[in-house]
């Protein structure tokens, strides 16, 4: 790879005027400019851009932290963040987390902050340090602080002010946002929406992460909106129409099994994600059932793949292009030293009916 005196030697300038050229500076004459960009090219040189950062205090770098790739709904979400970026010059470093390491794996903070990125999105659940790693996660929390690193959170707001109390952030900090939906009122309305078409018997299916982290608010958020719909109605609530499996389209299929060969069934599910709906969906119809009319699916999220399944999901629609595009403006916006009053933003979302549901 090429290095800066190597484009000054070649343009017969100094490593000065080189420099001065790429931040964009109208001191160097146009002929020069376009003597060193084209000698920039021919030498196919790129800049360091973590050296850069040490001068400029910038690094044209945010990272991103979601739970997975694999669901779609995060996919959408980060090539949202990532088009954006790109328009800005921005580039994006990407960190999927395992949940069951969350509590036993830290690196993640220490990688960032040695990337010197300039902010930092966080969604889903945010990965606290086990009690052992709390101390040194809250000294390089302090050092992100002192540089004013902006966060933004897409998540609940009980996970967001856990975060904040791990490490000693207060509540009203300009530098931390959150964006968030709720769920519990769009699981109500889902859910009521089932009982008024004449079910009484709903199962309830959760995503496997359930498992293997007790303290995922966004779940017992889904899980409450489910339980107060059943209430108001005056239907008594059954564990064993609660179900959870692993994450996909496997784990609706499995789930689906299960409840099916209950002595009373349900005759209606509600899954916290699509690609678990459409495993039931796929499940059902491959037992013989008839859907809608036998079995009734509502799922979560409003993917892509709802729209052109066979039968077209019922879902609840999440606004994530809004949500990912605030998440970056906002974010853009800290980044350039302007200033927020601490918020948190919440977006609504939309039970759309198709043919999965009556």
Known sequence: MSTLKEVADQAGVSIATVSLVLNGKTTVSEATREKVLACIESLN???????????????????????????????????????????????????????????????????????????????????????????????????????????????????????????????????????????????????????????????????GVVNTYPQNIPYHKKLAGYKKALLEAGIPFSSELLVTGTDGYQGGADCFSHLSSLEDPPTAYVGTGDTISLGIVSAAIKAGFSIPDQIAVIGFDNIQEASFWNPKLSTISVPIYEIAKAAFTNLLLLMGGGAIPFTIKSFDTQLILRESSH
């Open 45 to 207: 040189y790129r800049p360091n851009m973590v050296a850069r950062g040490f001068k400029t205090k910038k690094t044209m770098a945010i990272a991103v932290l979601l739970p997975t790739i694999t669901n779609p709904i995060y996919a959408s979400f980060i090539h949202t963040v990532e088009y954006l970026a790109h328009e800005n010059n921005y580039q994006v470093i990407l960190f999927s987390y395992d949940h069951e390491n969350i509590l036993s794996n830290f690196d993640y903070l220490t990688d960032l902050y040695d990337r010197m990125v300039d902010g930092i999105i966080i969604c889903g659940i945010p990965p606290l340090p086990a009690p052992n790693h709390t101390k040194k996660a809250k000294q390089i929390m302090q050092a992100f602080r002192e540089k004013k690193t902006p966060f933004i959170f897409y998540n609940e707001e009980e996970q967001f002010s856990v975060f904040l109390d791990t490490f000693d952030i207060p509540k009203n900090d300009s530098n931390f946002m959150l964006l968030k939906i709720d769920r519990e009122q769009a699981v109500y309305e889902a859910v009521k929406h089932l009982i008024h078409t004449g079910h009484t018997r709903i199962g309830f299916i959760g995503e």
